[in-house]
T-cell receptor, first 113, second 116 residues
Framework: NAGVTQTPKFQVLKTGQSMTLQCAQD?????MSWYRQDPGMGLRLIHY???????DQGEVPNGYNVSRSTTEDFPLRLLSAAPSQTSVYFC????????????FGPGTRLTVL | AQTVTQSQPEMSVQEAETVTLSCTYD???????LFWYKQPPSRQMILVIR??????QNATENRFSVNFQKAAKSFSLKISDSQLGDAAMYFC?????????????FGTGTRLTIIP
């Protein structure tokens, strides 16, 4: 199993550009989520999904879109990048039963100039 | 809203000694889970230990153990026999136990330095 994979690992954008951060998992997990990590602020939830076709907003959803067309994939879209979106982005997944841990991807470092 | 507070931005400990990282949380729920995650310089988030709120017994995983005080809403992590590989950011996290409500709330982290 590859676990949770994220691409790209690093990305530099100019203000106003759009891009999609890719996330995939091969563990057949129902739940997937996106977090951003900023210095001194821990990880904050952007969007999450409890299954294909179902998404919901987290703590900091503005400026981001998500969709979940398959169980495996959960892309995060930035429609018009802003410098405030400079951050490290983590995708995570877990099965919905019990106290199962969330498995995290390796992260994407995004810089918006 | 649930909050998780880690009041120690940085901690240091001598190699082979014991260190305790603090975490408090605020919730009105009775069914929830608590976690400690480790983030080394590689940036990978690694689960260290977890605790179910309904369990009175404190969780342990080898050199890692927790002191879970439900009434005080406290969840501290004790690392025994500290090793150089324990150097990392440590995050405390909380999740409600309801099916489908899967939001994981993190604290701001504690940076742990191991002194050789």
């Amino acid at each position: 199993n590859a676990g949770v994979t994220q691409t790209p690992k690093f990305q530099v954008l100019k203000t106003g550009q759009s891009m999609t951060l890719q996330c995939a998992q091969d563990m057949n997990h129902e739940y997937m989520s996106w977090y951003r990590q900023d210095p001194g602020m821990g990880l904050r939830l952007i969007h999450y999904s409890v299954g294909a076709g179902i998404t919901d907003q987290g703590e900091v959803p503005n400026g981001y879109n998500v969709s979940r067309s398959t169980t495996e994939d959960f892309p995060l879209r930035l429609l018009s990048a802003a410098p405030s979106q400079t951050s490290v982005y983590f995708c995570a997944s877990r099965g919905l039963a019990g106290a199962g841990e969330q498995f995290f991807g390796p992260g994407t470092r995004l810089t918006v100039l | 809203a649930q909050t998780v507070t880690q009041s120690q931005p940085e901690m240091s400990v001598q190699e082979a000694e014991t260190v305790t990282l603090s975490c408090t949380y605020d919730t009105s729920e009775s069914d929830y889970y608590l976690f400690w995650y480790k983030q080394p310089p590689s940036r990978q988030m690694i689960l260290v230990i977890r605790q179910e709120a309904y369990k009175q017994q404190n969780a342990t995983e080898n050199r890692f153990s927790v002191n879970f005080q439900k009434a005080a809403k406290s969840f501290s992590l004790k690392i025994s026999d500290s090793q150089l590989g324990d150097a990392a950011m440590y995050f405390c996290a909380y999740r409600i136990g309801n099916f489908g409500n899967e939001k994981l709330t993190f604290g701001t982290g504690t940076r742990l330095t191991i002194i050789p």
